[in-house]
T-cell receptor
Framework: SQKIEQNSEALNIQEGKTATLTCNYT??????LQWYRQDPGRGPVFLLL?????KEKRKERLKVTFDTTLKQSLFHITASQPADSATYLC??????????FGRGTSLIVHP | SAVISQKPSRDICQRGTSLTIQCQVD?????MFWYRQQPGQSLTLIAT?????????ESGFVIDKFPISRPNLTFSTLTVSNMSPEDSSIYLC?????????????FGEGSRLTVL
């Protein structure tokens, strides 16, 4: 069955460092992969999309890589700030373009 | 972008009762999605609601348990019927953004249901 795996343990880092979150998937051939941010008590907010034929995408302090051979995406936040503390969700979509979500990884940035 | 309002934001319900969640979007959209997010779990798609047709349910979800209405292009309701404690969850309404090349989904704030 299709599986999307994100580290269930929270990632704790110091302010100013680069946070790197991982999304692995199996039994899936996604057309694209998305990353969302979710704050407690709020709905997810879209951050970035990367397509199957793209290796890297950047947006301000965010960078996403997509390796379809390894079946893995890495999500980087450079110069992290306490305001970046949230849960980050990976989502994959195939031909239907309706995303399937991972459980998310909690990021905690300490001042 | 799309602004989505959900009601109620939270509720405490008794076992065996039913609750209807409302979702209002500030623009007309073809497809609306209903997700469930159980504690510590991923968002799971319950169904896709299209105006003028029956909702399409995902595996493991049935219309008798989660009836959906879609009377127009800006509104939908999800009913959680005959609730049990296992239905305690956050229910989220979502629409796809107009920028189809991003596949971006916009979400409401969610409705947190606790079933006693």
């Amino acid at each position: 069955s299709q599986k999307i795996e994100q580290n269930s343990e929270a990632l704790n880092i110091q302010e100013g460092k680069t946070a790197t979150l991982t999304c692995n998937y199996t039994n899936y051939s996604p057309a694209y992969l998305q990353w969302y941010r979710q704050d407690p008590g709020r709905g997810p907010v879209f951050l970035l999309l990367i397509r199957e034929n793209e290796k890297e995408k950047r947006k301000e302090r965010l960078k996403v890589t997509f390796d379809t051979t390894l079946k893995q995406s890495l999500f980087h936040i450079t110069a992290s700030q306490p305001a970046d503390s949230a849960t980050y969700l990976c989502a994959l979509a195939g031909g239907s373009y309706i995303p399937t979500f991972g459980r998310g990884t909690s990021l905690i940035v300490h001042p | 972008s799309a602004v989505i309002s959900q009601k109620p934001s939270r509720d405490i319900c008794q076992r065996g009762t039913s609750l209807t969640i409302q979702c209002q979007v500030d623009s007309q959209v073809t497809m609306m999605f209903w997700y469930r997010q159980q504690p510590g779990q991923s968002l799971t798609l319950i169904a896709t609601a299209n105006q003028g047709s029956e909702a399409t349910y995902e595996s493991g979800f049935v219309i008798d348990k989660f009836p959906i209405s879609r009377p127009n292009l800006t509104f939908s309701t999800l009913t959680v019927s005959n609730m049990s404690p296992e239905d305690s969850s956050i229910y989220l309404c979502s629409v796809r953004g107009e920028k189809l090349n991003t596949g971006e989904l916009f979400f409401g704030e969610g409705s947190r249901l606790t079933v006693l």
